[in-house]
């Protein structure tokens, strides 16, 4: 999810969070929860049909790893749970489909501080339909 206010016809901050889980063979099962807050300036736009943003800013989460003991605990790390922060850097690409409703599309790339146990360089994708309310 997340939520983009315009800041100036130029310039938005986006909010944004999710959830992941899964299963890693060393890890067992994990969940993150995690956030970001980027500045999105404008890099360019082709007509009133396509925009094209730069994101930068910073992310940050919570892991947990060897839930309900399904795998081993990592060498030097006395506890399954932790805290991660670190940069983050992307693209998004809005293709207006009206004069509310676009297609976005979504790209991040980050570093994670604070010894991450799931990914230290994490990246995120997504698309999705975006209302713009005015």
Do not use: C
Not at 11 to 17: N, V
Not at 92 to 102: C, Q, T, V
């Amino acid at each position: 999810m997340s939520y983009t206010p315009m800041l100036t016809n130029r310039l938005a901050l986006r909010l944004s969070g999710g959830y992941e889980n899964g299963h890693q063979t060393s890890r067992g099962e994990y969940s993150v929860y995690q956030g970001q807050v980027l500045l999105s300036p404008q890099l360019f736009h082709l007509g009133e049909v396509a925009y094209f943003h730069l994101l930068v800013g910073a992310g940050a989460g919570f892991e947990w790893t060897n839930q309900n003991g399904s795998g081993e605990l990592v060498a030097g790390s006395s506890e399954p749970q932790r805290f991660t922060y670190g940069p983050q850097a992307g693209l998004e690409a809005d293709f207006f489909l009206g004069n509310r409703l676009s297609l976005v599309a979504t790209g991040t790339k980050g570093y994670l501080f604070n010894n991450s146990l799931i990914d230290h360089w994490p990246s995120l994708a997504s698309v999705g339909l975006r209302y713009h309310f005015r």
